[in-house]
């Protein structure tokens, strides 16, 4: 057989000389010796942008390779050879060919479909008899040669591709070559929202089996009723029929069974067993064996079985007998420095990462992972939704619109079905014996139509202990038996709950939703929290867990996270890849801050007496862990006391405070945690898992006290207070100067401000637009009077400012003889929603850090701050900028009493009482005007916005919901703003 290039532009051949697909089980001699040889390391390279370019003859033994560049295996194409083998390429929805070529699904590109050419020289170990080669990824299909005779070929780009090469390879010296193409009729299957890679992404390795071998198998675990008995089952599908005897070792027992017809059953029972959950991931380990007809034992597999049951059950979902709550994320695998190509170091920590912030479940969003990280999830304790590698976005919805017509797939096209069905079996085959896996989803995106409710079928069919999930059904009604659960994305919640008003039928998840794209994840606590309002919403995945961000060097020299574009990979959708609660370089972002206190298991409520503990587990009794009960006083940790309290899954319970509030102090907090009392895999004892405040802010008032000298003159007006004077412009009404001793703290007068750099989805909701007025207002804000007068020895001045769009604003200042400026701004306009109502000061202070008082510690947000804790917090203003990959607003802080300012010269405090607070080196507008990081101006300076609010971020999604009205911020005729400033003590 030769290969064929007509294959790649045909729905019907995916797979030729392809092995089935099995379960992805370790193997070994019965010694311990490998069965396998990894051919990760250097390959010999060639990179052509056309198929009909590929080099004459290179799989023969005998081409000469000395002329060939190298390239790592695994690694994506596009990441190697300095730009020598095309660009990554960012599209979300439409394809990568759309606008170059006009061809319809099953056609490809012919003028552009790049191919890697890959061959390795390799010897065969000693002793190998049956011997094949497993590819774990190739993006998006791959031709195989082995010594010069064609192999195989395989397309589907996230599931295994196996070939026997016994016939094929020699003692010594063998060659392997393969052609990895970027474009086949499976392409049009894959258009998923990310980047455009090829090449072999994932590892690659050799492998042999003994004569009598257990080629597949199936571990099923079933209980009781009553959960006090279970079961491992073990379905063992041999190579061969050769007389074999199989035995498994678990449970601390022993069972056997003779193969028949090359198959075996095993079952072992146990009694009382221990579950697994994502809250206690038990796992039992096995050893099978397989022996011959000789009694001699041929090899052995190792591995681990979970028992857990997930059901449907009076219309919710369960597991192990209790309705679960979906706290997920979706995960795209990524790095920002392999692209698709991702380590093991890169997948743990993202596992322990999710625990550390109570994410209970992962959808491998749009394909299945590496195997590797569906072993982390067992052990660790995630929920999977494992999801076919099938996406055809582009078909069927075009610039927004819903348009399915002819060329929508796989929808009813009988020439699609096998294909999306191959697609669904590989996964099924590689993934099987995973516990943490719950549901196989459909794919994603795809419309709908009988290809789906036949892969639905199917999954039903080889595998009933677990559900069905697929959200296309929410386009396309006409087959709802395809999803066991209703499905939808960034269904706002008050919509949620009116659909299941009318729709009762089926527990209902969001399997996208809190769209996290740059400053977002605005009002999650409206969804978590109804999820225990209603049972039949069972929560959701946000949207997404990592940016799809790349690191590149800047036009400055210095490493960037770039986006699409900045390979000149057009036509792109931009930044729109980068939608993470994790940048690309894997620091948490403050959505993080949110999602681990939305997402905790506990709900704890202090008050002054003590505090209730609300269980939201399912299996994990609250006296697991140490409940500590602090004290502060004006943000001031007074006392620490650990106790026990005893609440079941599901129950409340109620500690008492064992210390007594103070009668002084402006600000009480009581703060109860719940702290790991052993090392966990993810965390070490003391970890905190989730916490909760009752704060009491008593009124303290700062005296602006009298005996500071007021000098009216005819140009500007001036206060003297000790070492600190003032002076304001009486045609600008502004303060101009604030200089304590010899330090100037201004670098230009202080100017009203309305503006807040736009975030991304304030940019996808026409915020910019809309609000365009206040953009500038401040900057253009004209003043019409300004008067000084002596007041019960306090000068006051006052202000008068007409916007440009006719608004007023009136503005008193109030100077103490320490120094202290008490500042308030009045609103004279109609009512109107604003982005923010305060005062800008740009301060002649470099490297300056703020330590405050307030909300904390990560930035916050008008909708983004039940995650947030009122205490003492410090930063670095040139570190404030959160790393949003196109500069937008960040780095505000709600709640905010007082703010010091420090540099090397002195310092400076802002306070009021629970104002935003934002310091930054950048002004809103240079913030706006910035794409890249390397945009923005060498910091020279630090921005101190004090306002009454700002607007929410958003976050139900990033292309047109806008905040919720109850985050807006509502300026009311007479609305008053009122905050202070003084040098620090």
Wanted: glycine share 10%; hydrophobic share 35%; charged share 20%.
């Amino acid at each position: 057989m030769t290969f064929k290039t007509e294959w790649l532009a045909d729905p019907a051949v995916f797979a030729v000389n392809r092995l089935p697909a099995h379960s992805s089980h370790a193997c070994t001699a019965p010694d311990g010796a490998a069965f396998t040889r990894s051919l990760d390391g250097q390959w010999k390279f060639a990179y052509v942008s056309r198929v009909q370019d590929v080099p004459e003859g290179f799989q023969a033994p005998d081409f000469d390779l000395s002329a060939w560049d190298e390239i790592a295996v695994p690694g994506v194409i596009q990441l190697q050879g300095d730009g020598k083998y095309g660009t990554p390429h960012y599209v979300n929805t439409m394809y990568p060919w759309d606008g170059h070529e006009n061809i319809v699904p099953g056609q490809i590109p012919q003028n552009y479909n790049p191919v890697g050419c890959y061959a390795l020289d390799f010897d065969l170990p000693d002793g190998w008899q049956n011997t094949g080669v497993h590819f774990a990824g190739a993006d998006s299909a791959l031709a195989v040669w082995c010594n010069g005779a064609f192999v195989g070929y395989s397309e589907d780009t996230f599931t295994p591709a196996e070939f026997d090469l016994s016939a094929l390879v020699h003692p010594g010296k063998n060659r392997l070559a393969v052609q990895v193409f970027r474009f086949c009729s499976g392409s049009w299957l894959e258009d998923q929202d990310f980047w455009r890679f090829s090449g072999l992404f994932r590892g690659v390795h050799l492998f042999t089996t003994p004569a009598v071998h257990l080629q597949d198998l199936t571990v099923t675990g079933t209980l009781a009723d009553d959960w006090q008995s279970g079961a491992l089952q073990f379905a063992c599908r041999m190579k061969t029929e050769a007389p074999a005897r199989i035995e498994a070792e678990v449970f601390g027992k022993t069972v056997q069974a003779v193969c028949e017809d090359g198959a075996a059953q095993l079952c072992a029972e146990v009694e009382h067993p221990a579950l697994w959950s994502a809250e206690h991931p038990h796992l039992y380990p096995y050893t099978l064996r397989v022996y011959d007809e000789t009694g001699a034992c041929t090899e052995q597999i190792t591995g681990r079985a979970g028992l857990r049951r997930i059901e449907m059950k009076d219309g919710l979902m369960l597991v192990n007998g209790k309705r679960i709550v979906i706290k997920g994320v979706n995960r795209h695998e990524w790095s920002c420095r392999g692209g698709r190509c991702v380590t093991m170091d890169e997948m743990l920590w993202d596992v322990v990462n999710m625990k550390r912030h109570n994410i209970n479940a992962v959808r491998t969003s749009h394909y299945p992972n590496d195997p590797r990280f569906y072993d982390l999830c067992d052990e660790y304790g995630l929920y999977v939704m494992d999801e076919t590698n099938l996406e055809t976005h582009g078909t069927w919805q075009k610039l927004g619109a819903v348009r399915p017509d002819e060329n929508t797939i796989p929808n009813d096209r009988p020439e699609w079905k096998d294909i999306v069905l191959d697609r669904a079996a590989s996964m099924v085959g590689r993934d099987k014996n995973h516990p943490c896996i719950l549901w196989w989803s459909c794919g994603n995106e795809s419309f709908g139509g009988s290809n789906l409710q036949a892969m639905s079928d199917w999954f039903h069919a080889v595998d009933p202990t677990r559900l069905v999930h697929y959200e296309g059904l929410f386009q396309d009604r006409r087959y709802p038996a395809t999803s066991d659960m209703e499905s939808q994305m960034y269904t706002p919640q008050k919509e949620v709950q009116a659909f299941l008003a009318a729709h009762p039928e089926k527990p209902f998840i969001l399997c996208e939703y809190s769209h996290a794209m740059g400053n977002s994840c605005g009002g999650l606590e409206r969804y978590t929290e109804y999820a225990y309002q209603e049972p039949r919403y069972q929560g959701g995945f946000i949207w997404d867990y990592i940016d799809q961000g790349l690191e590149k060097q800047g036009p400055d020299g210095k490493p960037f996270l770039a986006y699409g574009g900045d390979y000149g990979d057009q036509p792109t959708d931009y930044n729109f890849c980068v939608n993470g609660l994790v940048y690309a370089d894997r620091e948490n972002s403050p959505k993080m801050q949110e999602v681990r206190h939305c997402y905790q298991n506990f709900v704890l409520r202090p008050d002054d007496r003590g505090v209730t503990v609300e269980n939201r587990s399912l299996f994990t009794n609250a006296a697991e862990y140490d409940l500590a009960l602090r004290l502060y006083r004006d943000g001031w940790l007074e006392t620490e006391q650990l106790l026990e309290v005893q609440a079941a899954p599901g129950e409340t319970a109620r500690a008492e405070l064992p210390f007594a509030l103070p009668e002084d102090g402006a600000h009480i907090t009581v703060e109860a945690a719940l702290l790991l009392k052993q090392d966990a895999g993810w965390a070490e004892a003391g970890y905190e898992v989730a916490c909760g405040q009752w704060v009491l802010h008593r009124e303290e008032r700062g005296i602006v006290a009298p005996g500071a000298e007021l000098v009216d003159g005819d140009v500007n007006i001036g206060v003297k207070a000790g070492d600190v004077s003032l002076i304001f412009s009486r045609s600008a009404g502004a303060l101009v100067s604030y200089r304590v001793g010899d330090r100037e703290w201004l670098r230009q007068p202080v100017q009203l401000n309305f503006w807040r750099a736009s975030t991304d989805n304030d940019r996808g909701c026409g915020m910019p637009a809309e609000y365009a007025p206040f953009a500038t207002a401040g900057m253009f804000a004209r003043c019409l009077g300004a008067k000084a007068a002596l007041e019960w020895g306090i000068p006051v001045i006052r202000a008068d400012y007409q916007l440009p769009e006719g608004s007023r604003v009136a503005v008193e200042f109030r100077a103490g003889l320490s120094g202290r400026l008490e500042i308030t701004m009045i609103w004279n306009g109609k009512r109107v929603k604003a982005p923010e109502f305060g005062m800008m000061f740009l301060l002649e202070s470099r490297q300056a850090d703020v330590d405050y008082l307030g909300d904390g510690p990560a930035e916050t947000a008008a909708d983004r701050r039940a995650g947030a804790r009122f205490g003492r917090f410090g930063f670095a203003v040139e570190e404030n900028l959160s790393g949003y990959v196109i500069p937008q607003e960040c780095g505000g802080r709600t709640g905010v009493y007082e703010a010091t300012v420090t540099d090397g010269a002195g310092s400076l405090t802002f306070g009021g009482e629970g104002i935003f607070f934002s310091a930054l080196p950048y002004t809103p507008l240079e913030l706006e005007s910035a794409r890249h990081p390397y945009d923005l101006p060498n910091p020279v300076k630090t921005v101190v916005r004090c306002a009454l609010g700002q607007m929410g971020v958003g976050g139900d999604n990033s292309w047109g919901a806008t905040p919720h009205e109850e985050d807006m911020l509502w300026l009311e005729p007479g609305s008053r703003f009122t905050f202070w400033m003084q040098p620090a003590d």
